[in-house]
């Protein structure tokens, strides 16, 4: 490969400035060209590349969001919108993608790969880490932190007027962000879309809660649970235990923003390295991934068909550990 173009798409997450920092710095050791695609997607598709060098991507890695904006593209999603793209990276003479982002970014580079054999590899750049093929996804621990945080905070509120309090927390359709800040802030229940409980388990923990002397409690919401909304969640709640004083809390966008964690940042540049490796060692069509601490690539129809499957020990251990 001769000259590479790096872009970032789909829903941000922390951390992705630092795969875009060691994508760039990375080439430009070997002296591969790089460019930067504004937008994601529609960058392509509008033709808009950026000279990337060494000092493009300085003072980013501790900053969140992406430098280079991203975007959920609708014109992509058609052949004229690729084609438009193709002819661009044609123009600009690009013979590889390295494409950060979720599920949907990598859908686009398989169909762009698959229709136009550009070469593409991908960093899996979303909080959500709903993507097979790395143990972790960058942006997922410092949403994970984020989210610890700001339940704490809903704790000592919650502490001091014996509140209940529903706190949803995003993922899409995967519950680990839920899971795993569900057990650092030692929520009473975590609810998740991958488990089947009913809102007679969810009455069943209050009764027990309530044995054991429980006076304020937290309960941790996937967005996209199975149960109901999380208002009809408080609501069933209140007319099982008219005396509680329940409040709602949906944590949003505030846990995509942020200043990338250490975790976050290595691992970004790890997968932002093996990214560039991967393409000079002919790689394509496969997302860099890290499992067991090893630098691996899955082909990107794996790695969006199949998500990481969530630990049954961690659901054993919320359960003890609640009550
Ligand atoms: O995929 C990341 C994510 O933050 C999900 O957790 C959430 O469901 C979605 O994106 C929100 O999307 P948007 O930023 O377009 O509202």
Redesign the pocket.
Known sequence: VKKIAVFTS??D?PGMNAAIRAVVRTANHFDIDCYGVWEGYNGLIKGEFIKMGARSVKNIINRGGTILKSA?SQEFRTKEGRQKAYDNCLKEGIDALVCIG?DGTFTGATIFNEEFGIKTIGIPG???N?IFGSDNTVGYDTALNTAMDAIDKIRDTATSHNRVFFVEV???DAGF?ALNSGIAVGALDIIIPETRDSIEDLFETFNKAQKSGKSSSIIVVA??EKLGSIYSLAEATKAKFPHYDIRVAILG?I??GGSPSCADRVLASRLGYGAVIGLMDGKTNVMAGLQANKLVFTPFREAIKKHNTIDEDLLKISEILAI
């Open positions: 789909g829903g997450s959920r979720g979303t909080i959500d709903d995003m993922g899409r962000i967005e996209d966008h846990q995509r």
